[in-house]
């Protein structure tokens, strides 16, 4: 008998007892036996803090995310590996292709997302808060990793991307993750997860994986965990109601199965560009992944006079897939997971036809290829009409989370929104028009219950990644029914696993904790300018203090002349009455382009160009006759990493640069980047 391995403190267990088996979705042949029987969860989960968490927490995000793209590449050398075994959930090469390289591509972006991080274990987030009159107390806040393991409890319908989208996340925030998918397809997570542990590229105890039931597992989280549930807002509500989840007062992130819609423009008519892919993207939501999707299309809402139209459309273009074994040649539309999900879309159907119309489909009569359909977990797609969906509300509150989808009419766009709100929140919606009016009316209107909205239309659906692909810097998660979480989203995603501390204190004392220099901070002037040192060599808080310039009116003539910048408050001393100042005024970027040409170190040296120009403000008038100075202090350092062995080893070196006149009043400040060389070239 082939029994799943669970992976968990730092070796392959197989529970005890024959466990549940898992069935080849296409043949209805048992795969393998899963069971979790035997494991203690208060064990794995204290192995993943303590063995996973230590080494993780210690890592810099540079380091986590160059850790990632490691395992990116890594496993996309290998994905075709995967492709097999997934076709025995039932998927189709395309389907499969969401599922494998979409999950790695979760690595891929997350790995480049340390970009927007500091090289240090932790961040600081937002701005100073002045707390003080004198400025010698302030506050500010940084975000540390939990010392807890993200518990992931997923769904069938996406074994790798499920997992791989929320492990990128938690490993970049520094944490260790147990993963726990549905059993029915857990035999392609398993798979991943072999290739990942032997691959050697995480930590030990940075993953860990459980086959079969949770078991007790929610009885030992902890305060430091994170707990995500991904599935049926049923079992979301039950798990997130748990004793210890609420007891021990635990983060709960949930993305539930929502009744997503898509609505049809009302200039979208026939013959239009918006038609058609309004369409073919119905289409392909209903029957990609068998309509198994979270984010599937359940209802489709369109203009009344168009009904018809789609109906017509819609059913011509899902005559077009066949149904059947995925690796058939032709195949468009494989099997659902299992026999089970084929039970309860059939019964949610059935729900739903006692007060909408079944146009397109069967549930009995349709044929499969190359497979037998009654050893199979086969189903035809089913399109359905509600002509009144404000008094038949069923198609509002029921799911068959199948190839199930039903048209409906609308009025008039606010009708259109009323109707989208109806679903009580869901993860994503989307629109097909032309007319950015439109669009814009829409999207105002729908936003506040759902987690994203997409607007398709001809210049967009070429490059398009269509209604339900979430994508990772983006959020995926919605309000209501579809659970009120929030994944991915780039850093926002990563923020669920960090602890915020606001921290306060003197500016030299916070420049110390986050080594990154705060304004007011005690300074340490250098006789060598930091032009003149390497990347290594710099440190938070090195100030040059510069030579002094008196501005004259020559000065702000020349600019001007230079620029082109004529404004009125430069160049005409008689158009000042009315406004704030007295009479010429320097540019501000003059002001700055002069602190350039104090603090610039002009010799070759380290310093190798100048990458941007952050917070610039101009805060107090500059005259002629005034006399300024600059104040250059090395701010923050973000190491970079060699591209290939012939790129220069170099980082980013951030510069707090201010600018102050004859009383010490700063007129400017700003943060300049410059690119230094390293002393190690390796």
């Not at 489909?361 to 044929?367: K, S």
């Not at 209501?480 to 929030?486: I, S």
């Not at 910048?565 to 430069?570: G, L, M, S, T, V």
Request: charged share 20%; with cysteine; aromatic share 8%.
């Amino acid at each position: 008998m082939n029994k799943l391995g669970n992976y968990v403190m730092g070796g392959w267990a197989h529970g005890s007892g024959e466990g549940k088996a898992l069935h080849h979705a296409v043949t209805g042949e048992v795969i393998a036996h899963a069971t979790t029987s035997g494991l203690d969860y208060a064990e794995i989960l204290r192995y993943g803090r303590e063995v996973g968490g230590a080494p993780l927490r210690k890592m810099t995000f540079q380091e986590r995310g160059l850790m990632l793209k490691r395992l990116a590449l890594h496993l996309i050398e290998r994905k075709n590996k995967f492709y097999p075994i997934s076709f025995q959930t039932g998927a189709t090469k395309v389907d499969s292709w969401i599922d494998i390289e979409g999950g790695i591509g979760n690595l891929f972006a997350n790995a480049s997302l340390r970009r927007k991080f500091p090289n240090e274990s932790y961040f600081v987030d937002g701005e100073t808060v002045g707390l003080s009159k004198g400025g010698t107390f302030i506050g500010h806040h940084i975000m540390v990793p939990k010392e807890g393991v993200a518990v992931h409890i997923n769904a069938f319908n996406f074994p790798i991307w499920g997992m791989l989208e929320k492990c990128a996340v938690n490993w970049l925030a520094g944490v260790p993750a147990l993963v726990k998918p549905a059993t029915i397809t857990s035999f392609l997570t398993e798979a991943m997860v072999r290739e990942i542990i032997d691959s050697g590229i995480l930590p030990e105890g940075a993953l860990q994986l459980v086959c079969g039931s949770a078991g007790d597992m929610l009885d030992h989280v902890t305060s430091q965990d994170v707990v995500t549930f991904t599935g049926s807002a049923t079992t979301g509500r039950m798990l997130k109601a748990h004793p210890q989840i609420i007891n021990e007062s635990v983060p709960f992130n949930m993305e539930a199965d929502s009744l997503n819609c898509t609505v049809l423009g009302e200039d979208a008519v026939p013959g239009t560009e918006e038609f058609d892919l309004f369409i073919k993207e119905v289409r392909k939501e209903m029957t990609v992944k068998c309509g198994q999707k979270c984010t599937a299309i359940r209802r489709i809402i369109v203009p009344e006079n168009l009904v018809e139209d789609v109906q017509i459309a819609l059913g011509q273009a899902l005559a077009k897939t066949t149904i059947g074994d995925p690796t058939e040649q032709g195949v468009r539309m494989g099997a659902l997971a299992g026999k089970v999900q084929v039970a309860e879309v059939r019964e949610r159907v059935e729900e739903l036809a006692k007060t909408s119309e079944i146009v397109y489909g069967d549930l009995d009569n349709f044929e499969v290829v190359g497979a037998d359909k009654d050893k199979g977990a086969f189903m035809m797609p089913i399109l359905m009409v509600q002509n009144d969906p404000h008094k038949n509300q069923d198609v509002h509150n029921l799911e068959a989370f199948g190839p199930v989808s039903t048209i409906m009419p609308y009025s008039n766009l606010d009708d259109a929104i009323e109707l989208a709100k109806m679903g009580k929140g869901s993860l994503c919606c989307s629109i097909a028009t032309f007319d950015d009016k439109i669009a814009r009316e829409y999207v105002l209107g729908a936003a506040s219950h759902h987690g994203r909205i997409l607007v398709l239309n001809r210049e967009s659906a070429k490059e398009s990644t269509g209604h339900g692909s979430p994508m990772p810097l983006l959020t995926h998660g919605g309000p209501g029914r579809a659970g009120g979480g929030e994944e991915m989203g780039g850093m926002r995603g990563v923020n669920h696993y960090l602890q915020r501390c606001a921290i306060q204190g003197t500016p030299t004392t916070i420049t110390a904790v986050t080594n990154v220099f705060q304004q007011g901070a005690k300074f340490k002037e250098t006789p060598i300018h930091p032009f003149r040192k390497h990347f290594e060599e710099l440190e938070v808080g090195e100030t040059v203090i510069t030579h002094k310039h008196t501005v004259t009116e020559s000065d702000i003539v020349n600019f001007a002349n230079v620029s082109g910048d004529n404004f009125y408050a430069h160049m005409d001393a008689t158009s000042l009455e009315g406004t704030i100042f007295e009479g010429r005024v320097a540019h501000g970027y003059f002001v700055l382009s002069k602190a350039a040409g104090l603090f610039v170190d002009p010799m070759k040296g380290p310093v190798l160009l100048n990458y941007g120009l952050d917070e610039c403000r101009f805060i107090k008038p500059v005259y002629p006759g005034m006399t300024i100075g600059v104040k250059f202090t090395v701010k923050e350092k973000i190491s970079q990493e060699k591209r290939d062995a012939e790129d220069i080893a170099k980082g980013i070196v951030k510069f707090f640069v201010d600018v102050y006149d004859e009383t010490g009043e700063s007129v400017a400040l700003a943060t300049i980047l410059t690119m230094v060389k390293k002393l190690d070239q390796s």
